[in-house]
């Protein structure tokens, strides 16, 4: 059975700060996507990264980055330059590749709190 | 483009009752999937329609059942509402071709169902 568990039920930090969030997933399938979405307090959770688990190179995408480390099962999301917009919860959520549906498996997600 | 819409938004049923949710898939998706997310939880996946058909299904009893149109919306139900059905269902749309497990979801603001 696949979990995804984020140890981190809310951070804390001052804007401009960066913040990593943790996430740490479990899966026997071999070829397996990973997800982070965001859930601002209007309820829709809105997509912001996806990487497949052949591909561990770790990109910025401007104030966002990720580290992907198959050999720990980590999926790392980290915000540089934190602005109190990023408040939010955010999940992270893991599929498998030959599933017959977008199945997400998603973590209990962490309450990010960016203050002035 | 218009995203994904869902009524109603709030919805106050007692122990029982059955109750209808709605979905209006974004514009393009011929995929929706359904989600209950319980308070402090993530998302946990009920089941996907593709082509009026469902097509996967999670850990959820048969009394949460499904239909989608021919216009690709779509509608969740539920019978003999529980106290623990109170929950956020959310519905996602999304392009079904390929490999579902890549598919990125979008998502509704969803309907905060509350069973006295």
């Known amino acids: 059975a696949q979990k995804v568990t984020q140890a981190q039920t809310e951070i804390s930090v001052v804007e401009k700060e960066d913040v990593t969030l943790d996430c740490v997933y479990e899966?026997?399938?071999?070829?397996?996507?990973l997800f982070w979405y965001k859930q601002p307090p209007s309820g829709e959770l809105v997509f912001l990264i996806r990487?497949?688990?052949?591909?561990?190179q770790n990109e910025i995408s401007g104030r966002y980055s990720w580290n992907f480390q198959k050999s720990t099962s980590s999926f790392n999301f980290t915000i540089t330059a934190s602005q109190v917009v990023d408040s939010a919860v955010y999940f992270c959520?893991?599929?498998?590749?030959?599933?017959?549906?977008?199945?997400?498996?998603f973590g209990t997600g962490t309450r990010l709190q960016v203050t002035l | 483009e218009t995203g994904v819409t869902q009524s109603p938004t709030h919805l106050i049923k007692t122990r029982g009752q059955q109750v209808t949710l709605r979905c209006s898939s974004q514009?393009?998706?011929?995929?929706v999937s359904w989600y209950q997310q319980a308070l402090g939880q993530g998302p946990q996946f009920i089941f996907q329609?593709?082509?009026?058909?469902?097509?996967g299904r999670g850990n959820f009893p048969p009394r949460f059942s499904g239909l989608q149109f021919p216009n690709y919306s779509s509608e969740l139900n539920v019978n003999a509402l529980e106290l623990d059905d109170s929950a956020l269902y959310l519905c996602?749309?999304?392009?079904?071709?390929?490999?579902?497990?890549?598919?990125?979801?979008?998502f509704g603001a969803g309907s905060r169902l509350t069973v006295l």
């Open positions: 996602a749309s999304s392009l079904g071709q390929g490999a579902y497990g890549a598919n990125v979801l979008t």
């Open positions: 899966t026997r399938d071999t070829t397996y996507y």
């Open positions: 990487r497949n688990s052949f591909d561990e």
């Open positions: 959520a893991l599929s498998e590749a030959a599933g017959t549906a977008s199945k997400l498996t």
């Open positions: 514009s393009g998706h011929n995929t």
């Open positions: 329609y593709y082509r009026e058909e469902e097509n």
